[in-house]
């Protein structure tokens, strides 16, 4: 079955005519007759969940806007999609924009928002112009402006481009950037949705979220639900990279096993591979072992698990892969992209970064894997945004699920006096 | 985004003290309007900055002090928070870039894909490190974080294009055919 993916192999799929032939734009005319609360309703029994990385029911997100505020209300669309592994709302924006369009409007119309910001990453310039353009028909067709639908309701929906940062992808870092600011995270509470976007009450929802609407309307929220596991709703976009034969996007139910995921619809390891570990959900989320694949890739479950679904970036380990050097790759990335705020963050993903290269150095010593997981330690629950966390779970996952591996790296790469100019770091990254 | 902790902080005051006086920047008349037509789409003035910005890296190829003041004035904002959002993103050029700028992403997914082959590939061909310029002015090379076709890795970014399933030899063809 498909849903958020039926037209991306159509031609011309992302222009108005084609989305229309489809059903396209069906599901809007039909929530406009319906009150916004019913349209709440629904989707807080479809169980559709945030899939932009922490999973939060959408439904709920919505009655959290609070009652009789005068100031104006936004909906800011996530389309920053900078999770490492994570690569499936470049389809939705590249082959299906009116399906985001449409979901757009449900959801401005469900919390009465007349303004919606598509805050996309800069690098994606081509996915921004699709939008654009398919915005312009929109527009020409009366279904966004002054009068949507001819209904006394006004919709605007503006594409803005961020610029390179990763932290921006966190909502209220993303918010200060839409502001213009430098994207630091905000202290929370107050939430988006009581102060947000110019301290106006938002919602920030992902693209792949905001894109299932229309078939929570179509479907209705009790059959959406079905269609998933239990509290998880619904299907979703699963990215698959790294070692496998078919790297790619599926749209498959919540809660589908990961092993089916990658030996069936991936394709599998190549000939004569086996199967090392895996991240299940973006790079923040812990890596699983290849005992451990037996899982519902729904959010519940990963929890249960002490990973997470995150994003559903799945990447692949083969047995060819040194996890040492891979966690290398992730810890220099997050040492990057740390906003600098605060000082657990800032200098524990720096000192990580610091010990991980020099054990690539040749330089590691023995209580390495043990100063790692203390500095990971240290970070969590001690930092403004989650990004924190992000960087420590995947170095406390990998350092504790493979640490006969780490220890190996450490001895038998172990010189007396490591030249710390000559970085095999630099070379491995 | 660049984490130099506090060292921003001193960045900043040391470019202050040793930016050296430049002609203004000035928009051509069809981007001035482009920019005046952005300024209007926001309910706040300050939410332009980035599309400015973007703006502006096109027509002058890179954000200079001047072109920062440019945008200062545009928005109506102090140059010193121009400068602080310019320093927080990647994607804005401080200096002068390459006629074609060639970024390889080097993360998870793609380093799985030999990503840092293709890097020292792309080092040897081009005979330049990391962040520098051929001396032609042709091609700079940035090393960069995941670019979201982690499906199709390795990927790189030449100015606005993504260019995935790389091989040395894909890349050899590419760099000749870039005149
Ligand atoms: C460091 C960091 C990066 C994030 N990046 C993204 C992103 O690229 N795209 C996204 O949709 N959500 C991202 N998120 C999650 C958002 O903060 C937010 O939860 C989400 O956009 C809400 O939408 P949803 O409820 O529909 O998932 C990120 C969170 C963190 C902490
Ligand atoms: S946790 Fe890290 S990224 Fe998040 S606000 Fe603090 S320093 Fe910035
Ligand atoms: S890791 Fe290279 S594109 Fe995602």
Redesign the pocket.
Known sequence: MKLVSRNFATPDSHKLAVYEQSGGYARIRKALEMEPQKIIDEVITSNLRGLGGAGFPAGRKWSFLPKGNPKPRYLVVNADEGEPGTCKDKYIMTYDPHLLLEGIMIASWAINSHTCFIYIRGEYVKQARILEEAIAEAKAAGYLGDKIFGKDFPLEVIVHRGAGAY?CG?ETSLLNSLEGQRG??RLKPPFPAVEGYLACPTIVNNVETISYVPWVIELGGQKFAELGSERNGGLRLYSVSGCVNKPGVYELPMGTPLREIIFEHAGGLPEGRTLKAVIPGGSSAPVLTAAEIDIPMDFDSLAKAGSMLGSAGIIVFDDSVNLVEALAVLIRFYAHE?????TP??EGTGWMRKIIARVLDGGGRPADPDNLLRIANNIIGR???P??EAASLPVIGFVTKFRAEFEEYIATSRKVDAPATTSRMAAAL | MKNDGYSVTNKIMADSITTEQTQPAVFSPAAFKEAEAIIARYPSRDSATLPILHLAQREFGYISPAVEQLAADLLQRPVTDIHGVVTFYTMFNQKPVGKYHIQICRNISCWLKNAPGLLEHLKNRLGIDVGETTPDGKFTLTAIECLAHCEQAPAMQVNDDIITNLTKEKIDTLIGDLK
Do not use: V
Not at chain 1, 338 to 342: D, M, V
């Open positions: 932290i966190e630091w995270p740390s906003c600098g705020q605060c963050c800032r930092s403004i945004c990004l924190g």
